[in-house]
């Protein structure tokens, strides 16, 4: 599959401009981003194009069989007797079936291969989409929700699909089938060749305009389809707390009011097709009862045979047809166009985070690494005007232990994010082991760190598939070692099906304590020398938490460790402690030093023991 050029920076997802005034070929412009998906199946392609040009054919020879089969047989001259005549039609028939064989068997070939051609084409893009947006840093996920990504990977590529599986087909088909209708009526009725063609620009020049209309409702809709996704994919994943809040009629509403402006769209569009159907429909239509009439009267006036009047209806109706279907296909073509504008500015964003063009390789991990940070300033890009980190600098040696502490917002969680390069610094660098983590290729930086997040992910699947996401080619035995020095094998063993159980979506099987230690056993199978542990006991009860940082003190024991923590209690026997307020470092040392001295850490220590006394 092609790639996509880069782009030096990042670009926001958002709509285009309208384009009323656009041309036609600009309308459609979109789908030509579509050629490096269609491009690897030349193959497929061409059988298409080949069972789509014999299907025309026979199609096209059905008019010329009915032609030879009322002139040749049931309109014998006088004096032929009934044998004959029967004969005679007998075999114009076999010429009907032999013509009605060829067109089933090319129309039931071509089905299946622009089925298949639109359906792979669906798939790449969609693996595609998917996998763009997965290496998108966070900055991606602040302007544009996660339901609306999975509207534009389900819903739009849908509309793809059917554009690409059947709407082209049926345009190339209806192209050949008119132009061959034409040139086949042109030879044997030249008179009525340019009344048709009259009548095709009269029908098609409406049909056009009102395609653009489509095309802008059509992305209108999507759209509305998106925003109801985005609100029912956020609300899902927060069921517990809207009923805790009694919240469900509201958010009922809001997905309801959402639900009925994507509605009310998509009738606007539906509407404006059924008037370009109905247009086509009473033209066309029209035009094949006055070219009929008047082919009645050219029969009457000896002028013209049945047969022949037989096979110009035929033709005439062939090219009305064509001319009705390829409107529809417009009206698809404009509506995929749309779909496929939201995919490209998908693939079209560039995360501002990347690999270094030249990677610098990081020394061999020993025990633990070194981590400066030197001078750092940050602020995120959707709050320019809050500056979070504001010339920070800490030294972690390696094998040491240290936290971070302050108060909400001080810039602890920030620290961890640029660790791990899901944002840049602003100012100052970050340094593993005297190399800056700017100049390491990111795959490289984020397998020397595991990390444990406060609030624990668990995938849909069994336990040791999420102890395993940590090392997936880790063995069964390393995985359960894992588990049993985070103390996961605990609760396991009470669970029915053992390892094997399935945990549920979001791990909604498992109490908060179990999930946050299978997240423990995860990282401590990755065996990073960088542990990040970002208030890795909160979810615990007391006796559990006494169990689990057990097992972190002897996970901490080879490797440099950072921990966040609200709760000083887990913090005591750090080797430094560097308290952390508004973005700066307002003091550092162990417990016993911070206490003895007073400050900002002593206040928080105070007041936490006293209220647990």
Known sequence: MAARPDKSTARPVVPPAADKDAPPARKLQ??????????????????????????????????????????????LPGGTTTELKLDAIADRFL??????????????????????????????????????VLVQSPQFFETLKTGEVLSRLTTDTTVIQSAVGSSVSMGLRSVVMGAGALALLLATNPQLVITVLVVVVVVVVPARMIGGRVRRLSRDSQDRIAD???????????????????????EAQRFHESNEQAFATAIRRTGTRALLTAFLIIGVFGFLLWSLYGGVQAVVDGRMTAGMLSQTALYIALIASSVAVLAEVWGDLLRASGATERLMELLDARSPIVDPTHPVALPPAGRGVRVELR???????????????????????????????????????????????????????????????????LAELRRRIAVVPQDAVIFSGSVLDNIRYGRPDATDAEALAAAEAAFVDEFVRKLPDGYATFVGERGVR?????????????????????????????????????????????????????VIAHRLATVQRAHQIVVLDHGQVVDSGTHAELVARGGLYARLAALQFNDAM
């Open 510 to 562: 498992l109490s908060g304590g179990q999930r946050q230690r299978m997240a423990i056993a995860r990282a401590m199978l990755k065996n990073a020398p960088l542990l990040l542990l970002d208030e890795a006991t909160s979810a615990l009860d007391a006796e559990s938490e006494r169990v689990v940082q057990a097992a972190l003190q002897r996970a901490m024991t080879d490797r440099t460790t950072i």
């Open 375 to 441: 001078d750092l300033r940050f602020t995120y890009p959707s709050r320019p005007q809050q500056p979070v980190l504001q010339g920070l600098n800490v030294a972690i040696a390696p094998g040491q232990t240290v936290a971070l502490v302050g108060p909400s917002g001080a810039g602890k969680t920030t620290v961890f994010q640029l660790l791990q390069r899901f944002y840049d610094a602003h100012g100052g660098a970050i340094l593993i082991d005297g190399v800056d983590i700017r100049q390491v290729a």
């Open 95 to 132: 010429l009907l079936f032999a013509a009605s064989v060829a067109l089933g068997i090319f129309t039931s070939a071509r089905f299946y291969m622009v089925t298949w051609i639109g359906e792979r084409v669906t798939t790449d893009l969609r693996q595609g989409v998917y996998s763009h």
């Open 228 to 250: 109801a996704s985005g609100i029912a994919a956020e609300v899902l994943n927060a069921v517990p707390v809207v009923q805790s809040f009694v919240q469900e009629r509201a």
């Open 30 to 75: 979109p789908l030509r981003h579509l050629l490096p998906y269609l491009r690897p199946y030349k193959l497929q392609i061409g059988l298409a194009l080949l069972f789509l040009v014999g299907a025309a054919a026979a199609t096209l020879a059905l008019p010329a069989a009915i032609r030879v089969l009322i002139d040749g047989g049931m309109m």
